[in-house]
């Protein structure tokens, strides 16, 4: 019932920027945290970045000072602004939030579509 839809992808060369959005809709009665993850091919899916429901943000060593993670509340929708990208940032892009639905028991995690973030050199 609940989806979150990733937007802003594409292809920009290295030295350039990129902002990706994901919107969360549905039944919504509550969203906590929201993340931004990545996965590259043949690698595992790693944490990028973390927003709590105050704000509070989290990075992991390779994008910290690069990537700025942030949400609008009203709207459901968690930010990655993404800038001095390098070839090593090219990968698929997952945003991820736990919701509680309205009528819901507890909070549930889910996952966005994926988009493709291509960074040539």
């Known amino acids: 019932q609940v989806q979150l839809v990733e937007s802003g992808g594409g292809l920009v060369q290295a030295g350039g920027s990129l902002r990706l959005s994901c919107a969360a809709s549905?039944?919504?009665?509550?969203?906590?945290?929201m993340r931004w993850y990545r996965q590259a091919p043949g690698k595992q899916r790693d944490l990028v970045a973390v927003?709590?429901?105050?704000?509070?943000?989290t990075y992991a060593d390779s994008v910290k000072g690069r990537f700025t993670i942030s949400r609008d509340n009203a709207k459901n929708t968690v930010y990655l602004q993404m800038n001095s990208l390098k070839p090593e940032d090219t990968a698929a892009y997952y945003c991820n939030a736990d919701i509680l639905v309205r009528g819901g028991l507890g909070f549930a995690n889910y996952w966005g579509q994926g988009t493709q973030d291509t960074v040539s050199s």
């Open positions: 927003i709590t429901s105050g704000g509070r943000t």
């Open positions: 549905g039944s919504i009665f509550s969203v906590n945290a």
